[in-house]
T-cell receptor, first 114, second 115 residues
Framework: QQQVKQSPQSLIVQKGGIPIINCAYENTAFDYFPWYQQFPGKGPALLIAIRPDVSEKKEGRFTISFNKSAKQFSLHIMDSQPGDSATYFCAASMMTGTASKLTFGTGTRLQVTL | NAGVMQNPRHLVRRRGQEARLRCSPMKGHSHVYWYRQLPEEGLKFMVYLQKENIIDESGMPKERFSAEFPKEGPSILRIQQVVRGDSAAYFC?????????????FGPGTRLLVL
């Protein structure tokens, strides 16, 4: 019940394409859903995050769509660029006391080709 | 304002040795989380600490692993008698005192290789 399932495992798109990464969760107590970007040899960096009371959030070229009833959320990258090539992780967390540990998906390796 | 710092960045140990991983949170942050990332996998929560307190260690293996965050100095993740299965990247994240939802900022990680 603590899992976050992420797909696809890898994705190749051409420059300018719109890669879409999907995540699903079971635990309805999750109340915060961030996406992280990780380059090889680096730590994850927060891209964008959403809470369940919002169905969509956009920041620059990155958009999160959230479907509370289906317990699914997705990341769209508009006008993708080769520099977007990285591994993307969805995550979920809930406040328990003063903690908000993150449960991560397994990651999607994105390659944007010229 | 320096980000989360971790050292060493790479650590090689032989089976049975001890590994000590250090994490200095961002300035003003009093909460530290440790995560482990196995090759080709996502990050798994290990432990959450505040200064001098372990708040949640539900992700820590019961044996050989321990963590601390002393009043002064960095947080330390200690692995005793390492085995090959401990080879992974260990990431530390920090956040300021919770006032609702606080972003976790990750360090660059320590890559542990057990020979």
């Amino acid at each position: 019940q603590q899992q976050v399932k992420q797909s696809p495992q890898s994705l190749i798109v051409q420059k300018g394409g719109i890669p879409i990464i999907n995540c699903a969760y079971e635990n309805t107590a999750f109340d915060y859903f961030p996406w992280y970007q990780q380059f090889p040899g680096k730590g994850p960096a927060l891209l964008i995050a959403i809470r369940p009371d919002v169905s969509e959030k956009k920041e620059g070229r990155f958009t999160i769509s959230f479907n509370k009833s289906a317990k699914q959320f997705s990341l769209h990258i508009m006008d993708s660029q080769p520099g977007d090539s990285a591994t993307y992780f969805c995550a979920a967390s809930m406040m328990t006391g003063t903690a908000s540990k993150l449960t991560f998906g397994t990651g999607t390796r994105l390659q944007v080709t010229l | 304002n320096a980000g989360v710092m971790q050292n060493p960045r790479h650590l090689v140990r032989r089976r049975g040795q001890e590994a000590r991983l250090r994490c200095s949170p961002m300035k003003g942050h009093s909460h530290v989380y440790w995560y482990r990332q196995l090759p080709e996998e996502g990050l798994k929560f290990m432990v959450y600490l505040q200064k001098e307190n372990i708040i949640d260690e539900s992700g820590m293996p019961k044996e050989r692993f321990s963590a601390e965050f002393p009043k002064e100095g960095p947080s330390i993740l200690r692995i005793q008698q390492v085995v090959r299965g401990d080879s992974a990247a260990y990431f530390c994240a920090s956040s300021p005192p919770p006032r609702g939802r606080e972003t976790q900022y990750f360090g660059p990680g320590t890559r542990l290789l057990v020979l």
